[in-house]
């Protein structure tokens, strides 16, 4: 499957961005979906993650209350829904899939075996 990610850009802090993931190639909906972010000299952290069908989420303390991640299987699409975003936050946002992920709570990234180009989200202060 391959990833195109999208929605990054420059905004303030408070205020609040969506990204988009869009997959090809393979059958979106046999793929678990999640996001990931890396700070410069920073390890890949974990944002979120998504069931096949959607019904179940997962996310890391640092995005949990703030952010919101959905898939849209017709339109084989991830978003986050980033809100009250802060400097910290800064970061290039990646969406990753996998079909064979287990738990949600999977916050290794050399589980996760298919990943997009990232893109980037800029919090001034």
């Known amino acids: 499957v391959q990833l195109q990610a999208s929605g990054g850009g420059l905004v303030q802090a408070g205020g609040s961005l969506r990204l988009s993931c869009a997959a090809s190639g393979r059958t979106f909906r046999n793929y678990v979906m999640g996001w990931f972010r890396q700070a410069p000299g920073k390890e890949r952290e974990y944002v979120a993650a998504i069931s096949w069908g959607g019904g179940s989420t997962y996310y890391a303390d640092s995005s949990k209350g703030r952010f919101t991640i959905w898939r849209d299987n017709a339109k084989s699409t991830v978003y986050l829904q980033m809100n009250t975003l802060g400097p910290e936050d800064t970061a290039i946002y990646y969406c990753?899939?996998?079909?064979?992920?287990?738990?949600?709570?999977?916050?290794?990234?050399?589980?996760?075996?298919?990943w997009g180009q990232g893109t980037q989200v800029t919090v001034s202060s």
């Open positions: 990753a899939a996998d079909p064979y992920i287990k738990s949600l709570a999977t916050s290794d990234p050399t589980a996760w075996n298919h």
